[in-house]
């Protein structure tokens, strides 16, 4: 089992949509939950970061968490054609040196 | 304010030849990383460094050496390049609280013949 899953994608949704990313994770005692997203040939950005159970909004994102089924999501609101990139999720684990572990991401398209 | 700044952009090196790779942050940030990105692997740490004067090996070390040569500076050193060390590689860098976030540097695209 990977520590961080998510489905590649690609994830096509219309302008204006919702988008919903979602991620699941291994680690039980994981404590910090980030979302980047990732332009093609671009660096990760830091989009949301969010540590305790429930919903974190920021603009268009929220964040949700929910450690006892051990998964977290991505919502964009109102998705536009500038989203469209590669979504990364990754989970600071309980280990002493702050690892933070990636997955894969999930890639998303928004169409006009 | 430029955050995290790697050198060089791109590079081709054969097989055998040595290079290092440049990282700098002006966050004031204690810890920093560095990751390869392969398609379909994701993001692999390769080395990182807590705090200034300690380095400890990632998932995938092998073939790498680094040097943090003060609060700012994370170098990558490849003794000697191998195909297989083809890559995006992504310097990173964390204040080392809180949540631990990481605040990524534009990558270097390397290429090994």
């Known amino acids: 089992q990977k520590e961080v899953e998510q489905n590649s994608g690609p994830l096509s949704v219309p302008e204006g949509a919702i988008a919903s990313l979602n991620c699941t994770y291994s680690d039980r005692v994981s404590q910090s939950f980030f979302w980047y997203r990732q332009y093609s040939g671009k660096s990760p950005e830091l989009i949301m970061s969010?540590?305790?159970?429930g919903d974190k909004e920021d603009g268009r994102f929220t964040a949700q968490l929910n450690k006892a089924s051990q998964y977290v999501s991505l919502l964009i609101r109102d998705s536009q054609p500038s989203d469209s990139a590669t979504y990364l999720c990754?989970?600071?684990?309980?280990?002493?040196?702050?690892?933070?572990?990636f997955g894969t991401g999930t890639k998303l398209q928004v169409i006009p | 304010n430029a955050g995290v700044t790697q050198t060089p952009k791109f590079q081709v090196l054969k097989t055998g030849q040595s290079m290092t790779l440049q990282c700098a942050q002006d966050m004031n940030h204690n810890s920093m990383y560095w990751y390869r990105q392969d398609p379909g692997m994701g993001l692999r740490l390769i080395y990182y460094?807590?705090?200034?004067?300690?380095?400890d090996k990632g998932e995938v070390p092998n073939g790498y050496n680094v040097s943090r040569l003060n609060k700012r500076e994370f170098s990558l050193r490849l003794e000697s390049a191998a195909p297989s060390q083809t890559s995006v590689y992504f310097c990173?860098?964390?204040?080392?609280?809180?949540?631990?976030?990481?605040?990524f540097g534009p990558g270097t695209r390397l290429t090994v013949t």
């Open positions: 990173a860098s964390s204040s080392g609280q809180g949540l631990y976030e990481q605040y």
């Open positions: 990754a989970v600071r684990n309980s280990g002493g040196y702050q690892k933070v572990t």
């Open positions: 460094s807590a705090s200034e004067g300690t380095t």
């Open positions: 969010i540590y305790s159970n």
